[in-house]
């Protein structure tokens, strides 16, 4: 069987998913990763690249004979970095930069979602934060304030009333989020629980991956600022996702991918539908163009496919010959995250525990925010230092087993969530 030499970009949890389900594939030939993290780096070697620069990945991959470019994070394929990887003649996963705006800019996917009669929160946009401030004080209540462009995550201010709305247009126009708060879109406030879904497409097959249910916010009973999250499981208990909810959300995500091709943009790579369930049905929150983070580190370990095969097929356009299985186990994962984020906090914490951790069965450890030093000793690099996915027969049990093994594991300034999946279970 011939090899495929892969360049993924990436330092998360999301990645070290990625890498380890690519590493397991019977086609996977050498593995390297840009920057990589401390559990990355002892799967493969470190490429000396810029991963947000088009030229710099093209021309590394070209000269390295990489055969697969994969990109995990969102800034690079807003870039450009699929474009210019894919000019070299090299496959790539992930979408084009006319098709990364779906997360790029937020003003985008709701034109694109209203060409598509895909069903979304009413919103305006603004570039003016007086107008902006006007509209917020007319709305008098609850809304939502999203920055239009990459935040990381973090920007959007969910606020139960006009002050904390105001509170964020300012957030937005006076440079919290840098650039991408120089539009601000406000939307009306959703209500219902959220469900993620994330799907595989070639840019005409849209194949819809396992249902998971993310924790967005910082504390226990959803409460405190909103991060990257905390914490999620897979699959979605049916009481909470109806059969008929994940028609409606897949018929979306198909709507979105048949609408961006009728405006001459091929969707090829992961489509992320972040879902409100409301009393009407689903309605979407956002698209992102990549996986989810740690949406990937509970769907990746429930999924029967080979990746490198199935990321080479969403390139090439064939991705409707290939048959993805889902393992009737449950997944549940606990990100164990610095003290003080989504705030400011330290790094440099050594870690111990993780191969303790590793050795329970069903427990897979993803490093996110971490680092090797010199001396090869993991210490934390980031405000999610690490997801702690455990797989098992039964919701209680993977839970249980998932806290069993944040348990083995220390640093200082630990913090985490004690409560991940306690309401669906």
Request: charge should be negative; include cysteine; proline fraction near 5%.
């Given at each position: 069987m011939?090899k495929?030499?892969?360049?993924?970009l990436?330092a998360?949890?999301?990645?070290?998913?990625l890498?380890?389900?690519?590493?397991?594939s019977?086609?996977?030939?050498?593995?390297?990763?840009?920057p990589g993290?401390?559990?990355?780096?002892q799967?493969?070697?470190q490429?000396?690249?810029n991963?947000?620069?088009?030229?710099?990945?093209?021309?590394w991959?070209a000269?390295?004979?990489?055969?697969?470019?994969?990109?995990?994070?969102?800034a690079?394929?807003?870039?450009?970095?699929?474009?210019?990887?894919?000019k070299?003649?090299i496959?790539?996963?992930g979408p084009n930069?006319d098709?990364?705006q779906?997360?790029?800019?937020?003003?985008?996917?709701?034109?694109?979602?209203?060409?598509?009669?895909?069903?979304t929160?009413a919103?305006?946009?603004?570039?003016?934060r007086?107008?902006?401030?006007?509209?917020?004080r007319?709305?008098?209540?609850?809304?939502?304030?999203?920055?239009d462009?990459l935040?990381?995550?973090?920007?959007?201010?969910?606020?139960q009333?006009?002050a904390?709305?105001?509170?964020?247009?300012?957030?937005c126009?006076?440079g919290a989020f840098g650039?991408?708060?120089k539009?601000?879109v406000v939307?009306?406030m959703?209500?219902?629980?959220e469900?993620?879904?994330?799907?595989?497409?070639?840019?005409?097959?849209?194949?819809?991956?396992?249902?998971?249910q993310?924790?967005k916010?910082?504390?226990?009973?959803d409460?405190g600022?909103?991060t990257g999250g905390?914490?999620v499981?897979?699959?979605?208990?049916?009481?909470?996702?109806?059969?008929?909810?994940l028609?409606?959300?897949t018929?979306?995500?198909?709507?979105?991918v048949a609408q961006?091709a009728?405006?001459?943009?091929?969707?090829?790579?992961?489509l992320?539908?972040?879902?409100?369930?409301?009393?009407?049905?689903?309605?979407?929150?956002?698209?992102?163009?990549?996986?989810?983070?740690?949406e990937?580190q509970?769907v990746l370990p429930?999924?029967?496919?080979d990746?490198?095969d199935?990321?080479l097929?969403?390139d090439?356009?064939?991705?409707?010959?290939?048959?993805?299985r889902?393992?009737?186990d449950?997944?549940?994962?606990?990100?164990?995250?610095?003290?003080?984020y989504p705030?400011?906090?330290?790094s440099?914490?050594?870690?111990t525990?993780?191969?303790?951790?590793?050795?329970?069965?069903?427990?897979?450890?993803y490093?996110?925010g971490?680092k090797?030093d010199?001396?090869g000793?993991?210490r934390t690099a980031?405000?999610?230092?690490?997801?702690?996915t455990?797989?098992?027969?039964?919701?209680?049990?993977?839970?249980?087993?998932a806290?069993?093994a944040?348990?083995?594991?220390?640093?200082?300034?630990?913090?985490?969530?004690?409560?991940?999946?306690?309401?669906?279970?």
């Open positions: 011939e495929t030499n892969i360049l993924l990436g998360g949890g999301r990645e070290h998913a890498l380890k389900k690519l590493s397991e019977p086609r996977a030939g050498k593995l390297f990763v840009a993290n401390g559990g990355m780096l799967l493969a070697q490429a000396s690249v991963p947000d620069s088009p030229t710099d990945v093209a021309t991959a000269e390295h004979d990489i055969d697969l470019v994969v990109v995990g994070p969102e690079p394929l807003v870039a450009g970095v699929a474009d210019a990887v894919r070299q003649g496959a790539c996963f930069a098709a990364a779906m997360e790029g800019s937020k003003e985008f996917a709701k034109q694109v979602m209203a060409r598509a009669g895909v069903p929160a919103y305006r946009s603004f570039v003016d007086e107008a902006c401030e006007q509209y917020v007319e709305l008098a209540g609850p809304c939502v304030i999203k920055a462009g935040a990381a995550g973090k920007g959007v201010i969910v606020a009333d006009t904390q709305a105001l509170e964020g247009v300012a957030q126009f006076e650039d991408a708060g539009t601000v939307e009306e959703l209500e219902g629980p469900c993620s879904l994330l799907a595989l497409t070639d840019g005409t097959t849209v194949v819809p991956l396992a249902t998971s993310d924790h916010r910082a504390y226990d009973g409460q600022p909103n905390m914490g499981y897979s699959p979605v208990p049916e009481h909470l996702v109806s059969a008929d909810d028609a409606t959300m018929s979306i995500m198909e709507r979105v961006l009728k405006d001459g943009i091929v969707y090829s790579g992961c992320y539908g972040g879902f409100m369930l409301t009393k009407d049905g689903p309605k979407v929150l956002e698209f992102n163009a990549r996986f989810g983070d740690p990937t509970v429930r999924m029967h496919a990746l490198v199935v990321f097929a969403c090439d356009g064939t991705l409707g010959q290939k048959v993805i889902w393992d009737d449950w997944a549940v994962s606990v990100v164990l995250a610095s003290a003080g705030g400011s906090y330290e440099g914490k050594r870690i525990g993780i191969e303790e951790a590793s050795a329970m069965p069903g427990i897979t450890v490093h996110a971490t090797l010199e001396a000793v993991i980031g405000g999610r230092v690490l997801a702690v455990a797989v098992a027969p039964t919701f209680a049990e993977a839970r249980a087993h806290y069993e944040c348990d083995c594991i220390t640093f200082e300034g630990k913090q985490f969530r004690t409560d991940i999946g306690a309401r669906a279970l």
